[in-house]
């Protein structure tokens, strides 16, 4: 089942033939033992991706079922939690939070910055955070957040350290058992969804539960869920054999088979893909006087928001460029009409960005802008090659 269209969004992302196929399996019972070894064979793949050394969940849900599993089970009602936001969806951690009776206090960042880390740690110092939420990459904004800086900011005042892994997750590092200048600065939980860096279609939500945050649920009496209560799934996850809610049986095909790609590509060769791809779009658009709102320093390997130049209408060029195939997206709040979104994550290739790039040259001389199409592929083919 071949892509019929350039699908360079935020996510879901192009899907592999391979998964596909695995995705058109007979159906199995989620009892049999045949399904038993390929869930298995997920749940190991996704702990040498986080490299855990606590649990990793994988579960029928979307990435905000992810975000609702990490703070639900470490974070109790009454609790403070600690939002850092760079954009529209780390934002949502606060609604969510409220939803469960948390107390929510928030440093969001202008759009296309980010937060200063030593804000960060003063705010821990002073406020007595059961946690702090961290989106690694803000699907809003494109902007990547520091993890050098930021886990220490955090650990410091005990607190656990909750990533946001949704725009990040097999893309970027998410090393569990990294410290970050100290053996105890790690990060605590990563949650992400299938459909992202993975390059599975949507479906399952994803979470790891560092060592600190499987106590923190232990420490705990009950918690406000049931399908979200991580004490359910936990046997599950250590024998798929057993039975508590009928799992998403084919999306598991898909799942082991996305996750054989990501593995056996190599996750460091993976991480610097995604970089080199992030540098060389930007780079490539930027021909065509196409701004990045994040600073090329802080700017993300998976997605892009791009500013419009003047006199380009924001609907008509996405229109358009659908019409020919390439579908991007446009942007959130107060960004709508002034800027888009290009997805450059999961198992895209350097010929499918070859061929956005032209596609965006003709779109533009289509609507009476100048737009030098060669230069622009020529630029993303010589900064891709660069940083690989």
Known sequence: MPNRELLLIPGPTPVHDDIYEALAGETMAHTDSRFVKIFEHSLEMTRQLFNTDGEVFVVAGSGTLSMELAIMNTVAPGEKLLVISHGFFGDRFTPLAKAFGIQVDTIQAEWGQHVDAAEVEKKCAEGHYKAVTVTHVDTSTGVMANLEELVPAVK?????????????AAAIEEDMKKEYGNPEYRIDVVLTGSQKAIG???GLAIVAFGPKALAAREAREGVLGYYADIKNWLPIMQDPGKYYATPPVNMIYAFEKGMEMVISEG???????HAALGKA???GLAVYGMKALAPEAIAAPT??????????NDAEFRSKLAAKGMIIAGSLASLAGKAFRIGHMGNVTKDMFVKAME???ETLQEMGQKADTQGAVNEFKRVYEANL
């Open 200 to 202: 599975v279609p949507p």
């Open 303 to 312: 997605l892009s928001c791009i500013l419009y130049p003047q006199g380009v």
């Open 281 to 283: 779009v930007r780079a």
């Open 156 to 168: 410091k005042s005990g607190a656990l350290f909750i990533l946001d892994g949704v725009c990040a």
């Open 267 to 273: 996750l460091n060769t993976r991480y610097r893909r």
């Open 359 to 361: 596609l965006v040259g």
